[in-house]
């Protein structure tokens, strides 16, 4: 019996090992990346909501130019990586991501409110759509990167 359980074991361990497949471990630099991402993302919340609630003479666009220069850092982190794996759909959505920076970033320059909130809009569909297609959450609550 005792036998057996091992094997039972084993087995189990070569199809979770087989499932896995195809999807990576992502790099310390990738995961701190989409970690300043997140913090951007939230810190232009945080300074969205203080430009409506201001008067139009003290609104502040330096946080919208900030958030877009650490993503446009992220992204240039990760792209790099896409790159080296070849992995074309997320090299692809990567480059979109960064598009959508670019405009915020030029929006932020230009104290174009309106130009602003349309390239985070776009931006964070692209943030969903890759993890959609790329993010995947292992049992431990950890994210790996599906490639294909
Ligand atoms: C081109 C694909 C892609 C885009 C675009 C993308 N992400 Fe990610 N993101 C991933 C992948 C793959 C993971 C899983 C690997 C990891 O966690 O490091 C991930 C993980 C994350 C995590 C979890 C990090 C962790 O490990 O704790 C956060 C937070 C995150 N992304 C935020 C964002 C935000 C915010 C945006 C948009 C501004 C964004 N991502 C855009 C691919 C992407």
């Known amino acids: 019996m005792r ?4 094997i039972v074991s084993a087995v189990a361990l070569v199809v979770a090992t087989l499932s896995a497949q195809g999807n990576e471990k992502p790099p310390d630099a990738f ?16 300074a969205a909501k203080e430009f409506e609630e201001s008067g139009a003479g003290a609104q502040d666009f330096d946080p919208f130019e900030q958030a877009a220069i650490t993503m446009r850092t992220s992204f240039t982190t990760t792209m790099a990586y896409f ?22 970033q030029t929006g ?41």
């Open 108 to 148: 932020a320059k230009e104290r174009d409110y309106r130009q602003i909130l349309e390239a985070f809009t776009a931006l964070n569909e692209t943030c969903a759509s890759c993890h959609t297609a790329h993010r995947v959450r292992t049992e431990d609550g950890t994210y790996e990167i599906k490639l294909k």
């Open 31 to 46: 995961s701190k990346a989409m970690r300043d991402n997140g913090e951007a993302v939230r810190a232009f919340r945080v």
């Open 83 to 104: 790159k080296e794996q070849k992995s074309d759909g997320a090299l692809a959505l990567n480059e979109q991501a960064l598009k959508h920076v670019t405009s915020l």
């Open 3 to 6: 036998g057996l359980l091992v």
